[in-house]
């Protein structure tokens, strides 16, 4: 479809792309006003459109294994893009600079790439995740508990905001589809031209399962009235209308899984240390236009309460307006321009009339409309909005600064006179999604993590140090949890595999370890050994068995051998090489054996020498010394395969191995992992 010719959105439900009867609404661009596009949902049975997903999505995904689920979100990146250029045409129409529709664009493809990495590396490749160690549940060992995350059987509906039309879909997807939860996605619909064109292509790549992935373009209708107890709903936006979802009948009634992402009020704190002329100072003025001027302000996370030590005012106003001075504001796709426009000419008239409420408690110390907004047709028509600067000099008696969020580039300067006030000020925003520090004195931020942490989801510590690579205070990351508490929504997504498992069912299993080891794919200590023919270390990836296992010869460790170690190794501790020293030791009755030489020792017990399908050991994990290993002490050792990993896209596959040795009276001296690569073929 010719977008920019006023062509009706359609929607993809139930395997097909749909346009909705009835009045459209229209969808005008933000630069020029002229209509990009129409979007109605009338007369969609969203009753089926549910249906649709968890009858035919769901089975398609959870038939997938975490890896294979990931691999597909890999190839759906780069098909992606592929694409991007198009994207990008398409998204001036929203009013965002290239360096806006990056963040937009091409994070969202980043958040799909950095999921798929997350699921081939931190999940196994099955369909159950194993949360956790076993938990002991009877003395001999025969009854035991072990956590687990199974998939759901429902639809995850994905409630848009308008500001971030292609990153608010994909990093939503990203965990709900590695957890093998279907997709519908509700855009807003001011920019759901730019979400339809990215699905459409995402659609058409043929990467997805069949009902993965469905699209409403328009109102969801009586889509909530449809939901079950195995479903979940994501929402960003304003909070009001997240406080009506919240409260809808279905959710309650059905306890469902319910994540909104709202309104934020966020405060940047500028240390007493980073007096003008300072890193900090410089490094905390450029964050503050960033976060006023990128997506013209409309970012969830950007920094509307800048605190500042009351010294520093006048020099921070005065950085804040030369900075703002040069900015040029237009056709976002016009080199030069370094702003764009709001979404609408609505949303210029409601940022403005939330200045005038926020100037009630404070005075405007900079505002740019008078010089700085475009002339001619783009006046009459585009969405343009000046940045706003002000200042609040009574922050405790004037409340406006911390309960109206003007969504636009507009920021208030808050005074404090220590680091109590800055605390409290920062948490008068009821509820933060991110807080950042600008500061080099490090007791400072410790004070300020340690006052603020209740009241925030992510705190940002900027000085000097890490500046350079700082992703900033309004960047979302994948490997971080988004959300915050109270007025932010009191959710979470992303945070790594935190956000996959808000789509599964954590569930407390009791049983047998040998029927907990073949449930969840992963040998429990307890669990009836397998013993057959042949070295494991002889058999490739697929011979193996969960469960395998060698008891090995025994080898005596002698003085000799220690003293030896400790020659080879050049660790000569005491307990190992000083009798009397060691006697005095509360652990020890006189001279032991080094704790790595005791794990050489047992690699040299259960290694099979030979080349083979064993192609390297990557690592120990969960390394623990139990008892202490004396000259004249015998070692053996019980070898299990505990956990086999296929790589989907090698000739290999990880196996995990649980080495426990003994001694000669059968205590266990030394337990841990052992990880190895093993050739498939």
Known sequence: MEK??????????????????????????????????????????????????????????????FHQRALLLKSLAQHLLEHKEEFYRLSRETGATRDDSWIDIEGGIATLFAYSGKGRRELPNSHVYVDGEPEPLSKNGTFVGQHIYTPMTGVAVHINAFNFPCWGMLEKLAPSFIAGMPCIVKPASQTAYLTELMARRILESGILPKGSLQLICGSIGDLLDHLSAQDAVTFTGSSGTGLMLRRHPALLRHSIRFTMEADSLNASVLGPDAQPGTPEFDLYIAEVVREMTVKCGQKCTAIRRALVPRAFVQPVIEALEARLRNLVIGDPWIPGVSMGALASRAQCSEVRERVNRIAQGARIVYDGAATQLPEGPLARQGAFFAPVVLYCDSPFENSQVHDIEAFGPVTTIVPYDDGAQAIELANRGQGSLVGSIFTGDDEFSRQLVLGIGAWHGRVLIVNRDCAAESTGHGSPLPGLIHGGPGRAGGGEEMGGIRGVLHYMQRNALQGSPTTLSRITGKWIRGAEPLTKPGHPFRKRLGELEVGESILTGKRQLTLADIEHFAKLSGDRFYAHMDEAAARANPFFEGRVAHGYFIVSAAAGLFVDPAPGPVLANYGLENLRFLAPVAPGDEIQVRFTCKQITPRETEDYGEVRWDCQVFNQAGVLVATYDVLTLVAKH
């Not at 209509?35 to 009753?47: C, K, P, T």
């Open 4 to 65: 920019g010719l006023g062509m009706r959105l359609h929607s993809y439900i139930q395997g097909c792309w749909k346009a909705g009867r009835g009045r459209p609404v229209p969808l005008l661009s933000a630069v020029d006003g002229r209509l990009v596009a129409e979007v109605s949902s009338e007369g969609f049975d969203f009753s089926e459109v549910a249906a649709f997903g968890r009858q035919v999505g769901g089975p398609a995904l959870r038939e997938l294994t």
